[in-house]
């Protein structure tokens, strides 16, 4: 059974090589750590055209292909406010020039994950719900009402929009966690 981990789902399963190898594939196509694409802000989308819909259908491509319930324009080297997302089970959405509309006052601290920092889960504190409001792809006013994993995954992609990541985010010893292991490492033949 799968659970999702801040931006991407974990499983307890192996993947079978198929699916193993779109997974990789799709996670070479997405930007990653220390990319200056991911610490940009995106612009807000002024036209919604056959560009915004094709971008939008390869959005959620990789996402899927990735194993993950949320990809900013950021992470793929667009800088467009547009993101897609999980709002639900088994349901995917995109969401144009999005803001967060209400925010509840209970938070909770869960370890995230993202698809633009593999192999680095570190502790993020966000509200447990979150109103998320902008438009689909066509251009047509959408609007969700979020809780737990999808409250967090919003909140997480909209990040990525203001070009702000889950390291930024967590605990000064977290962050200098995962830098470490990002960090570039020296080998000596």
């Known amino acids: 059974m799968a659970k999702a981990e801040g931006q991407v789902y974990e499983d307890d399963e192996e993947l079978d090589a198929e ?5 990789r594939l799709a996670l070479a196509q997405i930007r990653q750590y220390p990319d200056v694409a991911l610490k940009m802000a995106a612009r ?3 036209h919604f055209d056959d560009d915004l819909r094709d971008l939008v259908e390869r959005m959620k491509r990789l996402m899927q292909d ?6 900013a324009a950021t992470q793929v080297g667009v800088l467009q406010r547009v993101f897609v997302f ?3 089970k088994d349901e995917v959405a995109a969401i144009v020039n999005p803001e967060i509309v209400e925010r509840s006052d209970e938070t909770d601290v869960v370890e995230e994950g ?3 920092i593999q192999g680095v ?5 966000r509200p447990l719900r979150a109103t998320i409001a902008g438009r689909d792809e066509n ?11 999808f409250a967090r995954a919003a909140q997480h992609e909209v990040d990525h929009l203001d070009g702000v ?3 930024d985010r967590t605990t000064t010893e977290a962050r200098r966690d995962a830098l470490s292991i990002l960090r570039p490492r020296i080998v000596l033949s």
Do not use: K, M, N
């Not at 990735?66 to 990809?71: C, D, T, V």
């Not at 889960?121 to 504190?125: G, S, W």
């Not at 251009?139 to 994993?149: C, P, Q, T």
């Open 139 to 149: 251009g047509d006013e959408v609007r969700f009402d979020l809780e737990d994993i």
């Open 86 to 88: 999980t709002p639900a």
């Open 114 to 116: 993202c698809l633009s």
């Open 121 to 125: 889960l570190v502790p993020v504190e």
């Open 66 to 71: 990735a194993r993950g319930i949320g990809l």
């Open 19 to 23: 699916l193993e190898a779109r997974r």
């Open 165 to 167: 990541l889950i390291i």
């Open 44 to 46: 807000p989308v002024e």
